[in-house]
Nanobody
Framework: QLQFVESGGGLVQPGGSLRLSCTSS????????IGWFRQAPGKEREGVSC?????????YYAGFAKGRFTISRDNAKNTVYLQMNSLKPEDTAVYYC?????????????????WGQGTQVTVSS
């Protein structure tokens, strides 16, 4: 069963940076399009960014992430990263990774059910 472990979250001041990591044991992530999602308290989960499989490595971003966040993958480490810069209080959420349909439509469609624990990102002064 495909499962993910997210890490790298924490408490950061507005304007700060964090790098989130997404890895999986037993599955080579380079075969999958992987996306980052987030869910803030009282809100629905939303797509943040995604990267297509390693044959293409195209990247797509939600409007709020474009220009501030960068998604990348390191196949040697079987890890997908989300570099987040210029963080704002509204970025506070639990961040998750999952496989999904990743294309320019940015619909972030996924039928993934085995969501991990996520990693908490808190942006506050």
């Amino acid at each position: 069963q495909l499962q993910f472990v997210e890490s790298g979250g924490g408490l950061v001041q507005p304007g700060g940076s964090l790098r989130l990591s997404c890895t999986s044991s037993g599955f080579a992530l380079d075969y999958y399009a992987i996306g980052w999602f987030r869910q803030a308290p009282g809100k629905e989960r939303e797509g943040v960014s995604c990267i297509t499989d390693s044959h293409d490595n195209s990247t797509y971003y939600a409007g709020f992430a474009k220009g501030r966040f960068t998604i990348s993958r390191d196949n040697a480490k079987n890890t997908v990263y989300l570099q987040m810069n210029s963080l704002k209080p509204e970025d506070t959420a639990v961040y998750y990774c999952a496989p999904l349909e990743c294309d320019a439509s940015r619909t972030w469609n996924t039928d993934f059910a085995s969501w991990g624990q996520g990693t908490q990102v808190t942006v506050s002064s």
